[in-house]
């Protein structure tokens, strides 16, 4: 099967970081084709990144089932413009968020996100609420670094994010973390590790959903919510 990831970022190391975790990810047979979106923000950190990352996201799906992807994922945890890309794409998109939350809601009771900046946790909050998880999720931390610093300071954010892991588990309770940027991939493995507790790369949890989906023949629905977009041009040519 072909499984299509798209980075909804203009970074293209990040996108590397993120198809290095999906590759790992994916079974035997399953091809993974990645995609940077030209022209979008060098980080989704805000509502307004998110805006102007959704329209060369959607295009990319697009282009990416055109020549024969199977499935979608949106590699990055706001999840922006998910539901729009529902309406275009045909096979299944799976945004990392709710990916990650699904896969820690299976595996334990009670678990925690920890993500970059402050002003992602009210994001990913709803979203978590959104996603019907408001009493399993525990809490949503930070560790007050812009999404770019994970590259550019990967000891720094290391050290972070483990500190906010271990504050998770001895605060909150939590039985799990999900991991809440793209960017941290690369850290996952060290962290379970280290902290002792299931930490989960959205990416790798949403290439295997994507996986399940392909396999299950199942298909977006398109009679209602998802239905294709309508085509405004035909209207406009039969409405001057």
Request: some cysteine; aromatic content about 4%; overall charge negative.
């Amino acid at each position: 099967m072909k499984i299509f990831v798209v980075n909804p970022n203009s970074t293209a190391s990040m996108t590397e970081t993120i198809r290095l975790s999906a590759v790992r990810a994916a079974a035997p047979g399953t091809q993974i084709i990645v995609a940077t979106v030209a022209g979008a923000p060098a980080s989704i950190e805000g509502y307004a990144d998110e805006a102007r990352a959704v329209p060369g996201t959607l295009d990319a799906i697009r282009l990416a089932e055109a020549q024969g992807a199977q499935a979608t994922v949106i590699a990055c945890f706001d999840d922006p413009g998910l539901s729009a890309a529902r309406e275009v794409a045909t096979g299944p998109v799976i945004g990392i968020c709710q990916a990650g939350i699904q896969v820690a809601m299976t595996i334990a009771a009670r678990f925690s996100i920890v993500t970059t900046l402050p002003r992602s946790v009210p994001i990913i909050e709803d979203l978590v609420d959104a996603y019907g998880a408001s009493r399993q999720c525990r809490s949503v931390r930070s560790v007050n670094l812009p999404v770019l610093a994970l590259e550019e300071d990967p000891e720094t954010a290391f050290a972070r994010l483990r500190t906010e892991i271990r504050r998770a588990i001895n605060e909150d309770g939590a039985e799990a973390v999900v991991l809440g940027c793209a960017g941290m991939a690369e850290m996952c493995r060290a962290l379970q590790l280290e902290t002792g507790v299931p930490v989960i790369d959205g990416v790798s949890a949403a290439v295997k959903l994507a996986e399940a989906m392909v396999g299950g023949g199942f298909a977006t629905a398109k009679t209602g919510s998802f239905a294709y977009p309508r085509d405004k041009s035909l209207m406009a040519a039969t409405h001057p």
